[in-house]
């Protein structure tokens, strides 16, 4: 089956810190990759996505490279503020199935100013 | 251009009762999937609807149903509720069951059985 492997929380980083938080898949098809960010009490918001390997996914400062052969995809950021703080979900969807997606547990960031 | 709406936003239910969410997909948006997700937890896929069916299922019992309306909208509906129901149930809309379309998500229902 398809499984999402996050490194553990919480995450806490002082304000213009470097963030990676690590993410590993395993799919038995090809997957679509994501990373969505929830801030308390909210849904879902989708940050960044990539379709296909080598894909780099970016926005709002954040970056992902869809790794296929280490089976990854590594949220960064090169310099984080207060209002970051918040939980991450990497996330994959095989093609067949855009609408099915595996979620990872979450890794829970907070920035200390 | 409204995004996905849920309803209602909160609500608590009793052991054994029954529960329907509501949700309505955005504007363009064909197909209809639902999420349960526990506190301290990623979200986990229930079923998706599209064109008036279930397409997909995860791993709930059949006390988890749906349905989905001519307009898109699609309601989640539980039967003998049960503690460990007690979650944010999301619900996430794209234009497209197969490919690679993003999906966007709801605010959510929060359900608390007691």
């Known amino acids: 089956g398809n499984s999402v492997t996050q490194m553990e929380g919480p995450v806490t980083l002082s304000e213009e810190a470097f963030l990676t938080i690590n993410c590993t898949y395993t799919a038995t098809g090809y997957p679509s990759l994501f990373w969505y960010v929830q801030y308390p009490g909210e849904g879902l918001q989708l940050l960044l996505k990539a379709t296909k390997a080598d894909d780099k996914g970016s926005n709002k400062g954040f970056e992902a490279t869809y790794r296929k052969e280490t089976t990854s995809f590594h949220l960064e950021k090169g310099s984080v503020q207060v209002s970051d703080s918040a939980v991450y979900f990497c996330?994959?969807?095989?093609?067949?199935?855009?609408?099915?997606?595996?979620f990872g547990d979450g890794t829970t960031l907070t920035v200390k100013p | 251009d409204a995004g996905v709406t849920q309803s209602p936003t909160h609500l608590i239910k009793t052991r054994g009762q029954q529960v329907t969410l509501r949700c309505s997909p955005k504007?363009?948006?064909?197909?209809v999937s639902w999420y349960q997700q526990a506190l301290g937890q990623g979200p986990q896929f229930i079923f998706q609807?599209?064109?008036?069916?279930?397409?997909q299922r995860g791993n709930f019992p059949d006390r988890f149903s749906g349905h989905q309306f001519p307009n898109y909208s699609s309601e989640l509906n539980v039967n003998a509720l049960l503690l460990g129901d007690s979650a944010l149930y999301l619900c996430a809309s794209s234009s497209q069951p197969t490919g690679v379309e993003t999906q966007y998500f709801g605010p959510g229902t929060r359900l608390l059985v007691l």
């Open positions: 609807y599209y064109e008036e069916e279930e397409r």
């Open positions: 504007s363009g948006h064909d197909t």
């Open positions: 996330a994959l969807s095989l093609n067949t199935n855009a609408g099915k997606s595996t």
